[in-house]
């Protein structure tokens, strides 16, 4: 979603996507596939098809994205199922929440735009030594 977020131009194909991001394209299709059913991506089909954002990256979030992958949970009762964790959890558990609420709150106040560099292109340098 970053590397189609920084594109210039309108589509890009699921194999640029996939040389670019060096994620496999069968993996990375279904990927894509899930993105679109949630409406983020527009997908086009045929010569010069591919997919763009459905959006502006500036109103996407992260954590949008990846709720469709992963379900980041507050912790509301002990795991463990100690009934003498409740009705409030262990310094563990409580601490373990904390952390997660933070993560949330990053990740659901960090945009796709936030992610892009200056130049367009979010994706680590291959070379560390070239890397702003």
């Not at 589509?11 to 990375?28: E, R």
């Not at 591919?50 to 009762?77: C, M, N, R, T, Y």
Request: glycine share 6%.
């Amino acid at each position: 979603m970053v590397w189609i977020a920084g594109q210039k131009k309108e589509f890009s194909s699921a194999p640029a996507v996939a040389a670019a991001t060096k994620v496999p394209i069968d993996y990375l299709s279904k990927i894509l596939q899930t993105l679109g059913a949630a409406s983020f991506l527009d997908r086009k089909r045929g010569f010069n098809g591919g997919f763009k954002l459905k959006k502006p990256a500036k109103q996407i979030s992260i954590l949008d994205i990846v709720s469709l992958f992963d379900h980041i949970q507050q912790i509301e009762q002990c795991p463990l199922g100690f009934k003498e964790h409740a009705p409030s959890l262990c310094p563990l558990h409580s601490k373990l929440n904390h952390v997660i609420s933070d993560y949330r709150c990053q990740l659901s106040s960090t945009s796709l735009a936030d992610l892009l560099k200056n130049d367009g292109f979010p994706l680590c340098s291959e070379n560390p030594s070239k890397q702003k």
